[in-house]
Every structure is written in structure tokens, then in C-alpha cells.
């Protein structure tokens, strides 16, 4: 079983640039999340789509991140403009179902910097 | 809300020696709780979860944790450690808050394995 995609796995932009990064989760896999992981820091929930609608974005910075999830399938993670602030690993992770049993498969993760 | 703590940001062993990673919650409902590893530039695997079955749980790669609700603690332990568990260590509670599962992770510990 194939696990979870993302991609770029590196990238290096300018402060005020955008960026997008991409995830493909477990085939099958309803649930699909994106986490901020700031070096030195665990892993924080950005946004959890379930299938194609949103479920939880509360940590979501609206004003410059956005996300979607067409089809329920794959995943882009958008940031515009991006700050110094947001240099972290950008992780994609996916679950077969809501509840609270289930494991998250997690991708390698695009590591951001914005110098 | 539920939240974990991470006692020691850095843990030093010598190889063959016992592995002890401190993790307790905060958590106001029966938890769930996990246990990941991360090795440089990869993403979160699985070692083991509590999920409210058996409070000894055995994961993988030699590792257990066990769940003590009077202690409201569930460290990770490992009784002989070896080079390749040189990683970091994240505890995880699942947050049912919203009806969907999201995880919260602590800040993470750093495995050191010496010669």
C-alpha cells in the first residue's frame, strides 16, 4: 500500500512570495489533515477535511493560508504571502475515519523556508 | 480542551541502556493517546496507541507505555536501547472536541543513543 504523498519536499521562497505544496493521501482514506511543525515544536493541526468539506480550520491563518481538497481525494496547501514566521515542515497526514481510535499516516513533509 | 506534556526536551542513554520518555495529558474524557517517532527530514510514524483496552501497551521496535490514569502520565519505555532509536519522540492525545478526531502532540523529546 502506497502511503502518503507530498510534494515538494524542500523549497526556499522570499518573504511575500507565495507557495503551494500538494499531498496525496492513502488511497481510500477520508480523512485528510495538514499540520505546521516549527522546528524545536510538535506538530500543530492547520486544517482536517473530511472527504472534500472542512471540518476543522481554527488555527488556520485565513488571512494568508488557504486550502482545498477537490474531489475528496487530494490536497493544496496554499500560502499567500508567505512571512519569516511561517518557515516550518508543512506535514500531510490521512485517516481511514473520524474516530478517535484511528491511526494518522503521516507524509515525509515539505520543508519551507522564507528567508 | 486535552493537551500533553513532554518532560525533557533532550534524553541521553548509552546503548543497551533502559529508555524512559515522560509524557502526561490533560484530558477531561477516558483519552486516547499516542505515542510517534520522527527520524531526520521524515514524517510521524505510529509506535503505539492507547485506545481504553489494555492499560500496558507494546508497540513497535521493542518499545511499551503504560497507561496510568492516577498519574494521568504515559511514558514511553524501552528496556535496551539501540543506535537506530536515536530519533525524536512526540506524545499525542486525539481531541474529540468537535465530534472529529484531531490530535495534539507535545513538544517532543530527542532521543541521544551513544556508543
Known amino acids: 500500500e502506497a502511503g502518503v504523498a507530498q510534494s515538494p519536499r524542500y523549497k526556499i521562497i522570499e518573504k511575500r512570495q507565495s507557495v503551494a505544496f500538494w499531498c496525496n493521501p492513502i488511497s481510500g482514506h477520508a480523512t485528510l489533515y495538514w499540520y505546521q511543525q516549527i522546528l524545536g515544536q510538535g506538530p500543530k493541526l492547520l486544517i482536517q477535511?473530511?472527504?472534500?468539506?472542512?471540518?476543522?480550520d481554527s488555527q488556520l491563518p485565513k488571512d494568508r493560508f488557504s486550502a482545498e481538497r477537490l474531489k475528496g481525494v487530494d490536497s493544496t496547501l496554499k500560502i499567500q504571502p508567505a512571512k519569516l514566521e511561517d518557515s516550518a515542515v508543512y506535514l500531510c497526514a490521512s485517516s481511514s475515519q473520524r474516530s478517535g481510535r484511528n491511526e494518522q499516516f503521516f507524509g515525509p513533509g515539505t520543508r519551507l523556508t522564507v528567508l | 480542551a486535552q493537551s500533553v506534556t513532554q518532560l525533557g526536551s533532550h534524553v541521553s542513554v548509552s546503548e543497551g541502556a533502559l529508555v524512559l520518555l515522560r509524557c502526561n495529558y490533560s484530558?477531561?474524557?477516558?483519552?486516547?493517546l499516542f505515542w510517534y517517532v520522527q527520524y531526520p527530514n521524515q514524517g510521524l510514524q505510529l509506535l503505539l496507541k492507547?485506545?481504553?483496552?489494555?492499560?500496558l501497551v507494546k508497540g513497535i521496535n521493542g518499545f511499551e507505555a503504560e497507561f496510568k490514569k492516577s498519574e494521568t502520565s504515559f511514558h514511553l519505555t524501552k528496556p535496551s536501547a539501540h543506535m537506530s532509536d536515536a530519533a525524536e519522540y512526540f506524545c499525542a492525545v486525539s481531541d474529540l472536541g468537535t465530534g472529529f478526531q484531531k490530535l495534539v502532540f507535545g513538544t517532543g523529546t530527542r532521543l541521544l543513543v551513544s556508543p
Open positions: 477535511f473530511q472527504n472534500n468539506g472542512v471540518v476543522d
Open positions: 484530558s477531561s474524557v477516558p483519552p486516547y
Open positions: 492507547y485506545t481504553s483496552a489494555a492499560t
